[in-house]
């Protein structure tokens, strides 16, 4: 959806990225699906006619410094989710296939509540569209109940959603493989919006699946509570990872980490 609101019928809608979200130019969008010649008086009226996205429109729409033609400027901007409440309330044409979208994600995650096993299938069905093996989407799906329960426990002992999550999570990667998760992406040639998981290959995946079933072993064997323990324990379990990695790469005759985006890669040259 990001990609779609960034280039929309080749309308270029300037996007920039902030607090780890992609925020997008509310004027841009409005032009693309309207092709209003005046985009700023199109929202006011678009305000006035939908009173309580006016009310709200503080709390959805920021002032942003992004790039532009005639250099750095002050552009009036949204999140994903504030573009697309702005999206719903324009009556074109031209918004209709977002707002059918919206309709059939409500659907999906009403289903999903009732029925939770569907996510996990339509996880896989996914990821088998975007081109990953199967025993990749497997590797993968172990990973993500390993990181719920990871993230559980984090939560029962006082670390805090955002900030202490992205410290103890960079904490496993520096001790394990000696990089951060930013240094990581870079590896890759991956922008910092992207799931660092999704560019791993199988190898790279059970090491840090390996990391984090460690870290949750620690944290209720130690009975580890707030962030400096948290962190401690992190730093260890990134101690056997690392000493796994290392064994792995004396057997292999190179290293773990590539610059290989597993998406393009197949399990003929993944060891």
Not at 11 to 40: C, G, H, M, Q
Not at 70 to 90: H, M, P, W, Y
Not at 185 to 190: H, R, S
């Amino acid at each position: 959806m990001d990609n779609t609101l960034a280039l929309f019928e080749e309308k270029e809608i300037r996007k920039t990225w902030k607090d780890n979200k992609w925020y997008f130019s509310v004027e841009d969008v409005v032009y693309a699906l309207t092709d209003s010649k005046d985009p700023k008086q199109y929202i006011n009226k678009l305000r006035k006619r939908d009173k309580l996205l006016g009310q709200g429109w503080v709390q959805i729409v920021h002032t942003l410094r992004m790039d532009t033609k005639g250099g750095k400027q002050n552009i009036n901007c949204a999140d994903t989710e504030g573009i697309l409440r702005i999206i719903q309330s324009i009556p074109s044409r031209k918004a209709e296939p977002f707002r059918r979208w919206l309709a059939m994600v409500g659907n999906e995650r009403i289903e999903e509540i009732n029925n939770p096993e569907l996510a996990m299938n339509r996880m896989k069905l996914l990821y088998e569209k975007k081109g990953y093996s199967k025993s990749w989407i497997e590797q993968r799906e172990r990973g993500i109940i390993t990181r719920h329960n990871l993230t559980d426990e984090w939560k029962s002992r006082g670390a805090l959603l955002g900030k202490d999550y992205a410290i103890l999570t960079n904490e496993i990667y520096n001790s394990g493989f000696g990089i951060s998760a930013k240094e990581y992406k870079k590896i890759k040639g991956i922008h910092e919006s992207k799931n660092l998981r999704d560019s791993m290959s199988n190898i790279e995946l059970a090491l840090t699946n390996l990391g984090e079933a460690t870290a949750v072993e620690f944290h209720q064997n130690n009975d580890s509570y707030g962030l400096k323990e948290l962190k401690d324990d992190m730093s260890k379990a990134g101690n056997v990872l690392k000493t796994a990695k290392k064994e792995i790469e004396n057997e292999l005759g190179r290293s773990v980490v590539t610059s290989n985006n597993f998406q393009q890669l197949t399990d003929n040259n993944i060891q």
